[in-house]
T-cell receptor, first 113, second 113 residues
Framework: AQSVTQPDIHITVSEGASLELRCNYS??????LFWYVQSPGQGLQLLLKYFSGDTLVQGIKGFEAEFKRSQSSFNLRKPSVHWSDAAEYFCAVRSGGSYIPTFGRGTSLIVHP | EADIYQTPRYLVIGTGKKITLECSQT?????MYWYQQDPGMELHLIHY???????EKGDLSSESTVSRIRTEHFPLTLESARPSHTSQYLC????????????FGPGTRLTVT
């Protein structure tokens, strides 16, 4: 069975600083990987996805993520955080044989001015 | 731009009432999902559908029911609301794209008094 671990429940950064949110997954074959963002009281919005090809993927809002098979990781990065990036971030993985993704527990990003 | 709608956005209702949460999508997606999410917590899949007249229960036991009579519509019904049903309910859909990413509605915040 697939699983997703987001080791950081909360991350606090200063505006303008760089950001990296960690995501580790457990799945034997090449997974389909996703990062979503959720603002308070809203649904989830897809930031980026990976399923094949270049292991560094670009997403919306200046985010990128890198798939590292050897580390079973798919970490999300942004070079300079804006106050509007404060939100909950979810990593998700699904196998090729299922349409149901497994979500991590989420990381809450706090941005200080 | 993904188009998936949920109504109502907020609902306060008394114990024992029957309620239906509406979800519609205009993307022609064949797969639809219902998640339950408590504030700041992970997502729990409660129902999903792979197409018209197809519905399945998810990982989280739920006293709700769903129907899928039309591709674009996936309502969730609680026959008798209880305070334990107080939560946020998120509807999502996914299509036949390679990654099969999900698109989420804005959610319905349900409070049962």
């Amino acid at each position: 069975a697939q699983s997703v671990t987001q080791p950081d429940i909360h991350i606090t950064v200063s505006e303008g600083a760089s950001l990296e949110l960690r995501c580790n997954y457990s799945y034997g074959a090449t997974p389909y990987l996703f990062w979503y963002v959720q603002s308070p009281g809203q649904g989830l919005q897809l930031l980026l996805k990976y399923f094949s090809g270049d292991t560094l993927v670009q997403g919306i809002k200046g985010f990128e993520a890198e798939f590292k098979r050897s580390q079973s990781s798919f970490n999300l990065r942004k070079p300079s955080v804006h106050w509007s990036d404060a939100a909950e971030y979810f990593c998700a993985v699904r196998s090729g044989g299922s349409y149901i993704p497994t979500f991590g527990r989420g990381t809450s990003l706090i941005v200080h001015p | 731009e993904a188009d998936i709608y949920q109504t109502p956005r907020y609902l306060v209702i008394g114990t024992g009432k029957k309620i239906t949460l509406e979800c519609s999508q205009t993307m022609g997606h064949d797969k639809m999902y219902w998640y339950q999410q408590d504030p700041g917590m992970e997502l729990h899949l409660i129902h999903y559908s792979y197409g018209v007249n197809s519905t399945e229960k998810g990982d989280l036991s739920s006293e709700s029911t769903v129907s899928r009579i039309r591709t674009e519509h996936f309502p969730l019904t609680l026959e008798s609301a209880r305070p334990s049903h107080t939560s946020q309910y998120l509807c999502a859909s996914s299509g036949r794209g390679l990654a099969g990413e999900q698109y989420f509605g804005p959610g319905t915040r349900l409070t049962v008094t």
